[in-house]
C-alpha cells in the first residue's frame, strides 16, 4: 500500500492505525515510513534493505536465505536492487 497526500494530512497517523490493526490480527506486516528531508530514506535500496530485514526477522526460512546467499559471497550491502528476486 501507498498512502501519499498533502503535509499534514495524516497520513502516518493511518498507515499507523493500520498497521497496529494487521499486528493485532496476527498478521505478518513490514513496513516503511519514508521522510522527504532526508534523502537517504528516499531510496529504493534503503527501503528494500529494510523490508527485507523486517522478513527475515519474522520468517526463519527468509533469513536463512538471506544469510545463505552472504555466505555464498553475495554483497548485500552493493548489491544491485533488481537482483532481490533472488531471494525466493
Known amino acids: 500500500m501507498w498512502i501519499y497526500g498533502n503535509p499534514a ?3 502516518s ?3 499507523s492505525f493500520i498497521i497496529d490493526h ?7 506486516c513490514q513496513y516503511f ?7 537517504h530514506e528516499q531510496s529504493l535500496h534503503t527501503l ?7 522478513i527475515a526477522r519474522t520468517i526463519p526460512s527468509y533469513s536463512d ?4 546467499l552472504s555466505v555464498d559471497g553475495a554483497d ?7 537482483n532481490i528476486r533472488q531471494i525466493q
Do not use: P
Not at 22 to 28: A, H
Not at 65 to 68: A, M, T, V
Not at 76 to 82: F, G, H, I, P, T
Open 76 to 82: 548485500l550491502r552493493s548489491a544491485d536492487v533488481r
Open 48 to 54: 528494500l534493505r529494510s523490508v527485507a530485514y523486517q
Open 65 to 68: 536465505k538471506i544469510l545463505q
Open 22 to 28: 494487521v499486528i493485532l490480527e496476527g498478521r505478518q
Open 33 to 39: 515510513f519514508i521522510r522527504f528531508t532526508d534523502q
Open 13 to 15: 497517523v493511518l498507515s
Open 9 to 11: 494530512s495524516g497520513k
